[in-house]
């Protein structure tokens, strides 16, 4: 399973990026998509999933309204759109891919290499 993130940057305060993560190796379909960001100087944390069938999505508290988790399935890519952007969401934004199909939003078995994102005020 190979995950390649793109679409980070630095944006100032209330700016948008979107990031994408393009998956390969396995059927994308049947596996939960999720973003987790380590911030500097901080341990990983989750941001947001989206089950196997794209139903309900998940999100840390933090983003909640401001960031939108997708997939396109006929693309193999999962999205995060980030909107409003602060500085405390400066962090390297990881993609991860569930350990097991048809499962939703847990544990996750493959990670992508990340993308900076960095938000100056």
């Known amino acids: 399973v190979q995950l390649v993130e793109s679409g980070g940057g630095s944006v100032q305060a209330g700016d948008s990026l979107r990031l994408s993560c393009v998956a390969s190796?396995?059927?994308?379909?049947?596996?939960?998509m999720g973003w987790f960001r380590r911030p500097p100087g901080k341990e990983r944390e989750f941001v947001a999933c989206?089950?196997?069938?794209?139903?309900?999505?998940s999100y840390v508290d933090s983003v909640k309204g401001r960031f939108t988790i997708s997939r396109d399935n006929a693309k193999n890519t999962v999205y995060m759109q980030m909107n409003s952007l602060k500085p405390e969401d400066t962090a390297v934004y990881y993609c991860?891919?569930?350990?097991?199909?048809?499962?939703?939003?847990?544990?996750?078995?493959?990670w992508g290499q990340g993308t900076q994102v960095t938000v100056s005020s």
């Open positions: 989206i089950p196997w069938n794209g139903g309900r999505t």
């Open positions: 190796g396995r059927t994308f379909s049947n596996y939960a």
């Open positions: 991860a891919q569930g350990t097991s199909p048809y499962s939703d939003c847990g544990r996750y078995g493959y």
